[in-house]
């Protein structure tokens, strides 16, 4: 019973060497002719729908790998312009929030207190970096009219006001607040010309100063524990004084120019270093053994010298006297020079005459005669209505118990020798001119008479009487 089935109509040949493999040869199922026994070759049997033929297979094969291949492209790129919808969303996300400052004080003056309050908002990014928190100290510093002073070593900020001074000791934690030694969390340091403190710096150096609403301890939390230090911008303060050239002193002198290079800001001072025109009669006048003022002048326009020493009587002088000695007084600090405090100023007619017999009498106790005991008084104190005091023009001013020559060689005694005519003022009684001032050597006293002939009478060394014989005349 053989069966030879057909397909295709064609008779099976054996012209076909090379077997076909032929891939859609499925055994059927339950199909117990097929394949027929005596089928001596798979591509005998050919097949028509409905399968199909797979005589191209191979070329199908490259279809489809490129198809996947060119899917995953448009899949790659899809992906990537998602994935850059997604960051550019990201980045735009709500920014950190900036950081907020509210800073009040509380100033005690004159038996009352006012406080002043001041809101500083800095940008996230620029109060917050390399985990460090940077805190807008150099803004805090001008609300609390605290200047930086001294060297990079150990920066001072000294405040316009007697008092207050706070020194850093760069590399240590070590922090002197009005002379006190105080201990800082961490060490300040220097880096990138800025200076660089702890946070709590301001929080224990700052007498007075409440910091409320700060917004950064939140912000902070969410940085992992950074090191917060304050960032103090401000080297360049740091840098030492131009000293004028005798070419700049003249032109000072000529222009009342306010060039003059300060450490502190002295910009609301700087008016008071040259009188008004209409005045500077007055302020130049010469006072000594032949140039009396009268027993009746009494100055227009005393002022309190709110750097009298602590234990006396607040002295006065004349406004613009008073007013320059006040900043050279602050600018002295800056330069530290801190204990110079003011002994004397104004003194009447009354008050010269009591000083000059209160001094005869001590003489005369001790056995000189009233003609001895008045001229070697007269060589220390000026007599009634020949004294610069009476003017109040003259200030008495310097750091020891009490006024001695030693102290005009002492620093705080150069420094002010070195540096009055930028305020205005001479060493009235300079050492070795007693034969033409009349005076003995006075390293303390000195005399207002403005910046523009104060820096010429310094510049050529001269005192106010040769001053008056060679320049004025
Ligand atoms: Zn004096």
């Not at 006065?316 to 801190?338: C, D, F, N, S, V």
């Not at 020891?400 to 002010?416: E, K, V």
């Amino acid at each position: 019973m053989k069966e030879l089935i057909y397909i295709n109509n064609k008779r099976p040949t054996n012209q076909n060497k090379r077997p076909v493999r032929d891939y859609n040869y499925r055994p059927a199922r339950n199909n117990y002719n097929y394949p027929p026994a005596n089928i001596n070759s798979y591509n005998q049997v050919r097949r028509t729908a409905p399968y199909r033929q797979f005589g191209k297979r191979p070329k199908n094969y490259i279809k489809y790998v490129s198809r996947f291949l060119l899917f995953l492209v448009f899949t790659v790129i899809i992906f990537a312009v998602f994935a850059g919808l997604f960051f550019l969303n990201l980045t735009k996300k709500t920014p950190p929030p900036d950081f907020i400052y509210a800073i009040e004080t509380v100033i005690y003056a004159g038996g009352g207190e006012t406080s002043k309050t001041i809101n500083i908002t800095m940008p996230h990014e620029t109060g917050f970096a390399n985990n460090v928190h940077y805190f807008p100290i150099n803004q805090i510093m001008d609300f609390l009219d605290f200047n930086l002073a001294g060297d990079t070593s150990e920066p001072s900020f000294i405040r316009k006001s007697p008092n207050e001074d706070i020194k850093l000791e760069i590399g240590s934690n070590i922090v002197y607040i009005n002379g006190a030694k105080n201990h800082l969390t961490a060490p300040s340091f220097i880096a990138d010309n800025n200076i660089y403190v702890p946070l709590d710096f301001i929080l224990t150096s700052f007498n007075n100063i409440k910091l409320k609403d700060v917004n950064i301890l939140a912000a902070e939390r969410n940085d992992d524990q950074p090191e917060l230090y304050f960032k103090i911008n401000a080297i360049a303060a740091l840098s030492p004084i131009d000293e004028s050239t005798p070419e700049n002193a003249l032109f000072l002198a000529l222009h009342g120019s306010d060039s003059v290079n300060f450490r502190a800001d002295l910009s609301a001072y700087e008016q008071y270093f040259n009188p008004p025109q209409e005045q500077a009669n007055e302020y130049i006048k010469l006072i000594n053994q032949t140039n009396h003022l009268d027993a009746e002048y009494f100055p227009p326009d005393l002022t309190v010298l709110i750097d009298t020493r602590g234990d006396r009587e607040p002295n006065q002088a004349r406004l613009y006297a008073a007013k320059a000695a006040e900043a050279m007084l602050i600018e002295a600090r800056m330069h530290g020079h801190t204990n110079i405090s003011i002994t004397s100023g104004y003194r009447s007619y009354a008050t010269q005459i009591s000083i000059f017999n209160h001094n005869v009498a001590q003489l005369m106790n001790n056995g000189a005669s009233l003609e001895e005991a008045t001229a070697q008084t007269a060589l220390a104190i000026a007599y009634p209505g020949q004294s610069e005091h009476q003017s109040g023009l003259a200030i008495d001013m310097h750091s020891n118990t009490a006024a001695t020559r030693t102290f005009g060689s002492q620093p705080d005694g150069i420094w002010l020798a070195e540096n009055a005519h930028h305020f205005g003022f001479i060493v009235r009684y300079p050492d070795g001119k007693t034969h033409i001032t009349g005076i003995q050597y006075e390293p303390w006293h000195f005399r207002y008479v403005g910046r523009f002939h104060a820096i010429q009478i310094y510049q050529r060394g001269l005192t106010l009487e040769e001053y008056h014989e060679q320049v004025l005349r």
